[in-house]
Structures are given as structure tokens and as C-alpha cells.
């Protein structure tokens, strides 16, 4: 019976925490990164829960050696974890870089701090950041794959996995190719050297 309470403390948190990063999600996908921030950061919160409550429930059993039973849940946590990450930093990127743009439009705020060498270079690193989150969560969600434990015995569970995965692979690929080309934005702006280009239009009866 007293285990009862961190088992089910554990499960609650553990939900809360997947339905909050499903809600900083979606709020990505619409561009509300103030809202795409607070949910990432709600779901910190409960995934930490997740993670103390866990290890309260794990106690006992370390101390008689099977502590190891665990592994595959620590995993999900871990997976959460750095999901909930990638997504602040997502949501950090699409905040500043709507703060880039506004500044580069209106020429107005643009400091030596806020230079878009400067502000390229911080995208970059927020990249970085973001691959090596990304790549964590891969990883983690492989294995997880790979044993199978509780809840992913659950069909739709299982899917809703399975769909995560892809579109981790396909956010990679798109982290990968942004950080391609902030790379080379400051060679391409001229901030290595004087730069002139030559833009044509032309019409479709041209």
C-alpha cells in the first residue's frame, strides 16, 4: 500500500508531462512560440516529478538488485526529457527569429549586440542544441523500440510512437539543412567580404 502513491504519483506525472509536450507541439506548428515555450516548461516540470517519483518507487528494489527492471521506464522519461528540450530550444529559435526579421525589415533596434552576424551565429548555436536533443531523443526512443516495455504493448501507443519517431527523423533532416545554410548566411550577406548581387524578374509572358 505504500507503494501505492508513487506508482500512481509516477503515472500521472508521466501523462501530464506527454500531454504537455503534445500541447507545446502543436503550438509550434502554429508559430506560438510564447505558448510553445510555456507548455515545454510545464512539461519539464511534471517529467521532473516523473523522474523523482520513479526513483522513489525504484528504491526498494535497488537495495535487493533489481534495480535494473526499471531501466526501460527511465528511458521514457529520459525520451520526455529531451523532447521537452528540443522544444524550448524550437520555441527560443522561433521567437528570436521572428525578433531578427522584425529588426532587419524595419531597420529599427538593431544594435552591435543584435547584428545579424551575431544573431546568425546564436541561431547556430541554438541548432546545435537543438540536433543534439533531437539526436538524444532517437536514441532513446530506439531502444525503447527495441524492448518493448509497458505502454508501448498498447497498439495505439505503440503507433503514436512510431509516429513520433518519423517525425523525429524528418526534423533532424530539417535542423541539418537550416544549419547548412546559417553557416554559410554570413559569407552569402557579405560579412566576410564586400558582396553585389544581380536579381532578375521576370514575368511568365517573358
Do not use: C
Not at 502554429?30 to 510555456?38: H, S
Not at 505502454?151 to 539543412?177: D, F, M
Not at 536579381?199 to 511568365?204: E, G, W
Amino acid at each position: 500500500a505504500i507503494m501505492v502513491f508513487p506508482v500512481l504519483w509516477y503515472a500521472a506525472s508521466l501523462v501530464l508531462s506527454l500531454f504537455f509536450a503534445a500541447s507545446s507541439a502543436q503550438r509550434l506548428v502554429i508559430g506560438d512560440a510564447v505558448g510553445a515555450g510555456r507548455a515545454a516548461a510545464s512539461a519539464r516540470s511534471w517529467n521532473s516529478r516523473a523522474s523523482y517519483a520513479l526513483a522513489v518507487i525504484r528504491a526498494p528494489f535497488q537495495l535487493i538488485g533489481f534495480g535494473g527492471a526499471f531501466r526501460n521506464q527511465e528511458r521514457i522519461v529520459s525520451f520526455v526529457r529531451h523532447i521537452t528540450n528540443a522544444e524550448t530550444t524550437t520555441a527560443a529559435l522561433v521567437g528570436s527569429g521572428k525578433d531578427i526579421a522584425a529588426g532587419l525589415l524595419s531597420g529599427a533596434g538593431m544594435t552591435t549586440e543584435s547584428s545579424p552576424a551575431i544573431a546568425a551565429a546564436r541561431v547556430k548555436q541554438g541548432l546545435l542544441s537543438l540536433s543534439g536533443s533531437l539526436g538524444l531523443a532517437q536514441s532513446e526512443l530506439s531502444t525503447i523500440f527495441s524492448e518493448r516495455p509497458f505502454p508501448l504493448a498498447i497498439p495505439l501507443v505503440k503507433r503514436k510512437a512510431e509516429l513520433a519517431g518519423e517525425r523525429l527523423v524528418r526534423a533532424r533532416g530539417l535542423v541539418g539543412e537550416l544549419g547548412g545554410f546559417v553557416s554559410l548566411y554570413p559569407t552569402i550577406a557579405g560579412f566576410d567580404e564586400k558582396k553585389t548581387y544581380l536579381v532578375l524578374f521576370q514575368n511568365s509572358m517573358e
